[in-house]
């Protein structure tokens, strides 16, 4: 199996734990230049919430775009877009992803910002 290809399979496996808790997800996906965050309701039919590098407020505030304090601002800001939309419990959908570096700066600085994972 080549790369994607297993990082498919831990999402697939962590997506099925979070279904059974039928809890709001925060799901993240990152690329080499960029990160992105959504809320999704228990269902899975709607966003909730949903922050990235790519949007102006948070691109205009860094230097760059695809390191650790980028995926620190753009948990700061879903978890502040979370709460004012009622969500302050959320399993964490990392997508595959391994949990360090990016991943974790996120989700440490939502869990800064007031979600509860």
Known sequence: MDK???RMKRALKLRSKIKKLSAT?????KTSQHIY?????????ATLASASTTQAEIKASLKNTGN???????GKFIAQ????????????DR???KYHGRVK?????AREA???F
């Open 4 to 6: 994607k290809q297993t």
């Open 81 to 92: 877009k979370a709460i004012a939309a009622g969500v302050t419990e959320v399993a964490f």
């Open 114 to 116: 007031g979600l509860k």
């Open 37 to 45: 965050a959504q809320v999704i309701s228990e269902d899975g039919s």
């Open 25 to 29: 997800r925060l799901s993240i996906h």
């Open 68 to 74: 650790i304090k980028a995926a620190a601002e753009v």
């Open 105 to 109: 700066a996120l989700a440490d600085a």
């Open 95 to 97: 997508s595959g992803f």
